[in-house]
């Protein structure tokens, strides 16, 4: 279930109702949930589940819902399993027979983007970038070629040396960074890699909850080849044709559909 990424007022009117008919609401932090329950005058007892005790707790309550009892999961900001724990007991939930029901609610990767000023038709969501920078590196240069807007999240203490990353693997691309969202704080800074880099490190520390978001490639060289030609030169070089179809598809900012399409307009003419 959605719970606020910050201002406790980002909470629906459903999700208040559910989490007053729970019988458990198992969350992240008992602490900072109650803050929330507090708000609303819900008063229904609550179970820790977390990254630590994950694996341990959710044959527990999968127990308690095979008897009947209604369990409501949270995390302490956002949607449960988007970069939180609650994988493990959704996946066991499902593979024993219990109705899993989602319960939708804020978004720090939609709210960042729809107020990044970037390209929304298409985005990639990374979740927590590698603390290790040789890793972090690697794994934008994994997404050189991507062609829609990627997002991360970030720690504070790690924020400007990811940008440093972004602009050595992705060169001079629009980012965002969206700092403390809906909360008093709230910050976005718009620029290039470089230019939010120096103005982070300029201050004296960096703090808050961060999404970075980083613009699609631009500047890239329009492939001319004929579209069957292009996919045929991939077969040739060992690709299945679904494969083919997929990378040509990558290359040009198009869907595997499209690309698909165009070949059986191909073959009919």
């Given at each position: 279930?959605?719970?606020p990424?910050?201002?406790?007022?980002?909470?629906?009117?459903?999700?208040?109702?559910?989490?007053?008919?729970?019988?458990?609401i198992?969350?992240?932090?008992?602490?900072?949930?109650?803050?929330?329950?507090?708000?609303?005058?819900?008063?229904?007892?609550t179970?820790?589940?977390?990254?630590?005790?994950?694996?341990?707790?959710?044959?527990?309550?999968?127990?308690?819902?095979?008897n009947?009892?209604?369990v409501?999961?949270v995390?302490?900001?956002?949607m449960?399993?988007?970069?939180?724990?609650?994988?493990?007991?959704?996946?066991?939930?499902?593979?024993s027979?219990?109705?899993?029901?989602?319960?939708?609610?804020?978004?720090?990767?939609?709210?960042?983007?729809?107020?990044?000023?970037?390209?929304?038709?298409?985005?990639?969501?990374?979740?927590?970038?590698?603390?290790?920078?040789?890793?972090?590196?690697?794994?934008?240069?994994?997404?050189?070629?991507?062609?829609?807007?990627?997002?991360?999240?970030?720690?504070p203490?790690?924020?400007?040396?990811?940008?440093?990353?972004?602009?050595?693997?992705?060169?001079?691309?629009?980012?965002?960074?969206?700092?403390?969202?809906?909360?008093?704080?709230?910050?976005?800074?718009?620029?290039?890699?470089?230019?939010?880099?120096?103005?982070?490190?300029?201050?004296?520390?960096?703090?808050?909850?961060?999404?970075?978001?980083?613009?699609k490639?631009?500047?890239?060289?329009?492939?001319?080849?004929?579209?069957?030609?292009?996919?045929?030169?991939?077969?040739?070089?060992?690709?299945?044709?679904?494969?083919?179809?997929?990378?040509?598809?990558h290359?040009?900012?198009?869907?595997?559909?499209?690309?698909?399409?165009?070949?059986?307009?191909?073959?009919?003419?």
């Amino acid at each position: 279930m959605g719970t606020p990424i910050g201002n406790l007022e980002d909470i629906t009117f459903r999700a208040v109702r559910v989490l007053k008919e729970a019988d458990l609401i198992a969350c992240e932090d008992t602490r900072q949930t109650r803050k929330l329950l507090d708000r609303y005058g819900i008063g229904k007892p609550t179970v820790s589940y977390h990254d630590h005790n994950e694996a341990e707790r959710s044959p527990v309550l999968i127990a308690k819902l095979l008897n009947g009892i209604t369990v409501a999961l949270v995390s302490d900001a956002g949607m449960p399993l988007i970069s939180d724990p609650g994988y493990r007991l959704v996946r066991a939930a499902i593979d024993s027979g219990i109705r899993v029901e989602a319960v939708p609610g804020a978004s720090a990767v939609l709210t960042a983007l729809a107020a990044s000023g970037l390209a929304t038709d298409s985005f990639y969501f990374g979740g927590f970038l590698p603390a290790k920078s040789g890793q972090r590196l690697r794994a934008l240069e994994a997404l050189r070629d991507e062609t829609a807007t990627l997002i991360f999240y970030e720690a504070p203490h790690r924020i400007v040396d990811t940008l440093a990353a972004v602009e050595q693997a992705l060169g001079d691309r629009l980012v965002v960074v969206a700092r403390e969202l809906t909360k008093m704080h709230e910050e976005f800074l718009r620029g290039t890699a470089a230019e939010i880099r120096a103005t982070l490190a300029a201050r004296e520390s960096v703090k808050g909850e961060i999404t970075l978001l980083i613009g699609k490639r631009t500047g890239v060289a329009e492939d001319d080849t004929p579209l069957a030609e292009a996919v045929d030169g991939c077969v040739a070089q060992g690709m299945s044709r679904m494969e083919a179809i997929k990378t040509v598809a990558h290359r040009r900012g198009l869907s595997k559909r499209e690309v698909y399409g165009e070949l059986e307009k191909l073959k009919r003419r």
